[in-house]
């Protein structure tokens, strides 16, 4: 009897179809049958027979033995509310969820995730949070007027700003206000242009190096950068460790740089749906191999 891994992300994804491409094994030996399903087509139910209680158009997803959370869309906030309600329904079901619904909210609040990493003795970046643009400006004056303001829940460098300029954080604190986001403020980390991300799978540790293109402070893959072999240190891989277990996660992309050539690796953010596509070519390993032991390992 194969176990059944529901999979959240489109069929048509990279991610899903590296997955179905890599060894078809479960940890175990049992076969693994990998399933699609759309978070957008979500839905539960509670009394209604003919309904199963979490589903999406085509699939039972209580009937799944595990579900690997591999992207979180955008929504509006009962969407998404909605969509983390239901993940936890389903882990209290008995179903595995990697990464926990827990470790999620964590990761993808910027704020929540950095605080308990330097609660608990991680280097971060200087960061601030507020809703207003007078407490922006005012922080951005003590941080030198050197900052870079983001949205606490987003990814891949979109809308991205390095502030420099009152006139311009003015008028980007006010977009973000206007909008309905909250001001999230980071202290430039000045790290030449590169940064290291470190992928922990399990006990497994696969990582690169991002060079980001020629006068550009952004090293995200997402955003026109490149990718080479890092071998990490070892206070590198303990870190990374450490900023996983903190933020729950078993699957975990951890983002570190050096600020202004300091021995003192800063953790810039952690990724509980970290993308492993290159990782994956500039390590030459089966990273995806390695997603679907660590999801299956002591099921069935």
Partial sequence: MSLRVGVLAPESSWHFRDLQRSNSMAANGQKVELVAVDFA?????????????????????????????RTMPKGSLQQIVFRMDLLHRLESAGIRIVNSPRSVEIAID???????????????????????????????ERMGRDAILKPIFGS??????????????????????????????????????SDIRILVVGEEIFSMRRIGPAGSWLTNIARGSTA???RPNAKEVELARKAAKINRCEIAGI???????????????VNASPGWEAIQNVCESDVANSVLKAVTTNLG
């Fill in 156 to 193: 891949m460098g979109k809308h991205v700003y390095r502030l420099s300029e009152i006139s311009e954080a003015r008028s980007l604190m006010q977009r973000f206000v206007d909008q309905g986001e909250v001001i999230y403020l980071q202290k430039f980390v000045r790290h030449g242009g």
């Fill in 255 to 269: 983002d570190i740089a050096y600020d202004n050539g300091s021995d003192d690796p800063l953790v810039l953010e």
């Fill in 41 to 69: 087509t979500l839905a539960a139910s509670v009394g209604i027979e003919e309904i199963a209680p979490f589903s999406d158009f085509a699939n039972s997803v209580q009937a799944m033995d595990a579900v690997i959370v």
């Fill in 228 to 230: 080479e072999r890092y």
């Fill in 110 to 140: 910027k704020y929540l995730s950095l605080a308990l990493m330097a609660d608990n003795g991680i280097s971060i970046p200087a960061f601030a949070v507020c809703q207003t643009v007078e407490q922006g400006l005012d922080t951005f």
